[in-house]
């Protein structure tokens, strides 16, 4: 297919889950999973879920494992637990259900970082991957860490239309058919 017969692309709302990782936020007080909902939803996708979870790896593998199986659920982001300290364990739950990490994913965000926040970046440890063929990203807790990974990085790769490639074209839940 050349270049010219997809520039115009029908966008394709997908089936996004996110989950809040932390000990302190309830729904009232979450305000990076409210952003997420907000940008997710103002992009045209589709809220399936949302879950606030403990610092656990146990309960965070748990529910992001119930989504990963769910074929309706396209993608899963997570916000909170990625940081070097206490009971920060979103990595570590996470990482075992991934079939493929996207490396680029963390790199290219802590490039993003970098103007804001300097070496304070290396503290971070969000990461992306494929788990079942649905997109896992692991965001920080902080509302200017996740309008970063959605406004620089997640947006614009679960867009079809993106050229010259984006994840989106390669779930296999939606060129199957």
């Known amino acids: ?9 029908e966008f394709i709302p997908l089936n996004i889950a996110v989950m809040t990782v932390s000990d302190s936020r309830n729904e009232s007080t979450d305000k990076s999973g409210a952003l997420l909902v907000d940008r997710l939803t103002k992009a045209g996708h589709q809220l399936r879920d949302k879950q606030i979870q403990p610092d656990d790896i146990y309960r965070i593998r748990a529910g992001v494992s119930t989504w990963i199986a769910d074929p309706e659920v396209h993608v899963v982001i997570t916000t909170g ?3 070097v300290t206490g009971r920060d364990g979103t990595p570590e739950a ?10 680029g994913f963390g790199e290219m965000f802590r490039a993003l970082s970098w103007p804001d926040i300097g070496t304070s970046t290396l503290q971070s440890r969000c990461l992306a991957g494929v788990a079942n063929g649905t997109y896992v990203f692991c965001l920080p807790g902080s509302t200017g860490a996740c ?15 993106t ?3 984006n994840l989106a074209e390669l779930l296999p839940r939606l060129t199957e058919t």
């Open 1 to 9: 297919m050349s270049h010219d017969n997809v520039k115009n692309r």
């Open 81 to 83: 637990g990625t940081g």
């Open 94 to 103: 996470i990482t075992p259900l991934l079939d493929k990490l996207i490396d």
């Open 147 to 161: 309008a970063t990974g959605w406004d620089e990085l997640i947006e614009k790769q679960l867009d079809y239309r």
């Open 163 to 165: 050229r010259p490639c």
